[in-house]
């Protein structure tokens, strides 16, 4: 990091132009964090692996639990639910983990040829990333706040 010559662009004073300057230390940040986010995706896509495997052996603890415990209200769900279910976790960790490790090859490169598409790219899949996030956190909340209003008007229909 320490090699990096700050890159000031040239500018005609008497034209209006719509550029960004990137400092040194706006530079270091970009190269740290894409350090981090490399490390955050290689962790999804481990833990993505893991649930898809655990989604793959559904099968047999759902047999052994039938076993042991023939009461048990998850063996109503069924093997091919759990399955699918497991799986479409293991893909909502996969695709920000990918949107992650997407954003840390572009970044670095950005940082370390000065490339401005690089960079581009690199916000592009950052903006995704946290798009993302912020569409299951608003359905999340949608979730909680069925379950508050359907929790109050079984409380009152109970009441009457």
């Known amino acids: 990091m320490d090699n990096f010559e700050e890159i000031k662009p040239e500018i005609d004073e008497t034209e209006e132009v719509d550029a960004l300057w990137i400092s040194e230390d706006v530079r270091s940040f ?8 490399k490390f955050l995706s290689i962790v999804g896509f481990v833990f993505s692996a893991l649930i898809a495997l ?10 052994t639990l039938s076993a042991v415990s023939p009461g048990n ?23 920000p983990s990918l949107l992650l490790f997407k954003f840390s090859n572009a970044a670095n490169q950005a940082v370390l040829f000065a490339d401005q598409s690089s960079l581009s790219i690199a916000m592009g899949k950052l903006k995704s990333f946290f798009k993302f996030w912020g569409i299951i956190t608003i359905i ?11 929790a109050i008007a079984i409380g009152l229909s109970a009441q009457s």
């Open 30 to 37: 970009i190269y740290e964090t894409a350090k981090w986010t």
């Open 54 to 63: 655990s989604a793959l052996s559904v099968g047999a603890i759902i047999s």
């Open 140 to 150: 999340i909340i949608g979730f909680y706040a069925m379950i508050f209003i359907s």
């Open 73 to 95: 209200p998850l063996l109503k769900i069924g093997a091919p639910a759990l399955t699918v279910f497991y799986l479409l976790i293991a893909l909502l960790q996969f695709y």
